[in-house]
Nanobody, 126 residues
Framework: VQLQASGGGLVQAGGSLKLSCVAS????????MAWFRQAPGKEREFVAA???????????YYADSVKGRFAISRANAYGTIYLQMNKLKPEETAVYYC?????????????????WGQGTLVTVSS
């Protein structure tokens, strides 16, 4: 499975951006896709996740820090997800990574995701 993230850029504080991630290859094996982010000098942290398969298809998960401002969604095309980010804050400047998991593991743990994209940089200016 290969993941391609896009949509990052420069935005002012309070603004919005929409990230996209497209999976290719053996996408039928993907159970969940997620977004993580890593700011300079900090550890990678969970942002949001969405289930693509099984009886919990469409179930979403969010970090507390983004609830009510970010929305993860999926396209009709299997293996494509989005992250709508609103009311962005300068401290959310980071490289945003798309990830995919093949089973129903703990959604917030980066170690549970076997596939990763290259990341897209989001810069929020104050």
């Amino acid at each position: 499975v290969q993941l391609q993230a896009s949509g990052g850029g420069l935005v002012q504080a309070g603004g919005s951006l929409k990230l996209s991630c497209v999976a290719s290859g053996r996408t039928f094996g993907i159970f969940r896709m997620a977004w993580f982010r890593q700011a300079p000098g900090k550890e990678r942290e969970f942002v949001a996740a969405i289930n693509l398969g099984g009886s919990s298809d469409g179930t979403t998960y969010y970090a507390d820090s983004v609830k009510g401002r970010f929305a993860i969604s999926r396209a009709n095309a299997y293996g494509t997800i989005y992250l709508q980010m609103n009311k962005l804050k300068p401290e959310e400047t980071a490289v945003y990574y798309c990830a995919a998991a093949a089973a129903n593991y703990e959604p917030t743990l980066s170690t549970r995701y076997a596939y990763w994209g290259q990341g897209t940089l989001v810069t929020v200016s104050s």
